[in-house]
């Protein structure tokens, strides 16, 4: 798939994201629309309810192939700064699907959060305590990034 075939589909995904209330998309470096930001909110009924966790996706073999995430700070479930397979996470299948939207990904990272034995083979920290996700909850609540300069505090106001 050609640069600009890939670019379409990407603007087209970035304006399905807009109209989804529990997440939002940025760009850290306007000349790269192959890097996006993401702040999503997470998991209802889970103790990461009510936080605000900000990841770095990596577009450039999207849609024909894998992407990447990192978590850019710290979250009490995924480690950060670590390339995450999203082809582990179990709410994919396993598997890698050219049509898998980037809401859909998103959405697997943050419910996926609350259950770490469903994501074998993507890099999460084994012993989630509960006051660590209390306080990285809190935390995440007053994140800035300083990359795309998105301020969790405004973010979904
Ligand atoms: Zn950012």
């Known amino acids: 798939m050609d640069r600009q075939a890939r670019m379409k589909i990407l603007a087209k995904q970035f304006g399905d994201m807009k109209k989804n209330p529990d997440m939002k998309a940025f760009f850290p470096d306007k000349n790269n629309p192959f890097i996006w930001h993401v702040s999503y909110k997470g998991p209802k009924d889970s103790p990461f309810e009510g ?10 073999q999207y849609p024909d192939n894998p992407v990447t995430l990192q978590l850019l700070h710290d979250n009490g479930s995924y480690h950060i700064h670590e390339s995450l397979c999203i082809v582990g996470l179990t709410q994919l299948g396993g598997q890698w699907t050219p049509g898998t939207s980037i809401e859909t990904i998103i ?8 259950v770490p034995e469903g994501r074998n083979g993507i890099g999460y920290i084994v012993q989630t305590n509960k006051e660590h996700i209390a306080l990285a909850n809190a935390k995440s609540q007053r ?3 300083s990359k795309c300069g998105v301020d969790h505090m405004t973010v979904f106001k």
């Open 51 to 60: 936080g605000i966790y900000h990841c770095e996706i990596n577009l450039k």
């Open 143 to 145: 994140f800035v990034c």
């Open 107 to 114: 959405s697997s990272l943050s419910i996926l959060m609350d």
